[in-house]
């Protein structure tokens, strides 16, 4: 029963085309069920983006379930064996855009809260969803903005879930407990274009820029933590020259970011690539860009209710891993102490095919529910 709900769910999610940052009615679809379970809905519009923020209850704690109902483009849609959009099962297995990431998250989300309510009508706390349509674009319109709001408004988050594909091997091996901090930088390295048979009278920047890079590669940023391994610093994107072999060039432009734990600041990760760059005497400027901060929940109440949720369903005992990119749970986690990430495997998302198997769709919705009858007692 339990798994022909959340999957009859899921594929109406996966139905709706919704390729960022258009929401396509999924979140109308979701308000449709919340409201009828007692959850106030709220949409939150801003610019091309679609957001809700639904809760039912007024006392503390306060849980939430967070996710993103948008989708990435489908890529060549003749290279799927079934079309993206149609959700398809074979071989065991839903296919469809959205498939893993993250619609079957939602849709068993929703499910494990119509479970949970019809059992404990009168259950402690308050449980709420943050839904938002721009996790996979720019993060500018989505969960950043409805933070912003309700930390505007004096509402604060004790628990967060958030539903990302984070299981590896098998569904509930590997829960997300942290994300890196993400800080690029466009470093331009000002020369002196010449004929290359004239040396003297011209400055290369690869040349003069060189030991000071291999500086940087070489650097120790930090030794990371019980959570993170060190800080990297990589170069993604190197240019210059004119295209002719004769020619000096007269800049370089080098692309590179830092993946970056709690044991370091992105103040200091720009104070001490200056420092090396100054050392070396030669004009540059950099254009930083901060993508995300680091987060990390360490073991608590909420890690330790997901893992003991996840062993009762499966008898799998949980990794807890701060690997992969960023989230948005770098937002929620600036109003909520709190913050964990967890769904089906991931090896799927994004590409051609993306699919989940049918068998981890039931003991999903069983694993959020059994979180939040730990969380929230009647």
């Known amino acids: 029963m339990t798994a022909s709900k959340t999957l009859a769910l899921t594929e109406k999610l996966i139905a709706l085309s919704s390729v960022t940052p258009d929401d396509k009615g999924c979140q109308q679809h979701l308000i449709d069920l919340l409201t009828p379970l007692g959850f106030v809905c709220e949409t939150i519009q801003s610019n091309d983006v679609t957001n809700l923020w639904a809760r039912r209850g007024t006392a503390s704690p306060v849980f939430v379930f967070a996710g993103h109902t948008d989708v990435v483009p489908t890529g060549p849609a003749e290279q799927w064996a079934s079309a993206p959009f149609i ?17 079957t998250s939602i849709a068993a989300m929703v499910v494990a809260c119509e479970e949970f309510i019809a059992a404990r009508p009168d259950h402690s706390g308050s449980i709420a969803f943050l839904i938002t349509s721009d996790e996979e674009g720019p993060a500018t319109d989505g969960t950043v903005v409805v933070c912003e709001q309700l930390k505007a408004r004096g509402v604060t988050i004790d628990y967060c879930l958030v539903g990302e594909p984070t299981s590896s091997a098998q569904l509930g091996d590997m829960i997300k407990n942290g994300r890196r901090g993400s800080l690029s930088g466009r470093l331009a390295v000002k020369g002196i274009q010449g004929h290359i048979a004239y040396p003297q009278l011209a400055k290369n920047p690869i040349h003069v820029a060189a030991q000071a890079l291999a500086d940087l590669v070489a650097e120790r940023w930090d030794e990371g933590n019980e959570y993170y391994l060190p800080t990297s610093w990589q170069m993604s994107n190197i240019h210059a020259g004119t295209g002719a072999n004769n020619v000096i060039p007269g800049a370089m432009v080098i692309d590179f970011n830092f993946r970056f734990s709690t044991a370091s600041t992105a103040e200091r990760l720009q104070q001490r690539v200056h420092a090396i760059l100054d050392k070396h005497d030669f004009q540059y400027h950099i254009d930083w860009t901060l993508s995300g901060l680091p987060f990390l929940t360490p073991r608590g109440t909420l890690s330790d209710a997901l893992s003991n949720a996840i062993f009762e369903e499966t008898g799998v005992s949980t990794e807890l891993s701060t690997t992969g990119g960023t989230s948005d749970g770098r937002f929620i986690a600036q109003i909520c102490p709190q913050v964990i990430e967890f769904g089906p495997p991931n090896a799927s998302i994004h590409k051609i095919d ?11 919705t069983n694993i959020y529910r059994r979180t939040l009858e730990h969380l929230l007692p009647a």
């Not at 993306?354 to 999903?364: A, G, S, T, V, W």
Request: hydrophobic share 30%; charged share 35%.
């Open 87 to 103: 959700p398809t099962q074979r071989d065991g297995k839903l296919y469809g855009r959205g498939a893993a990431d993250m619609k």
């Open 354 to 364: 993306e699919h989940i198997e049918l068998r981890h769709i039931d003991p999903l």
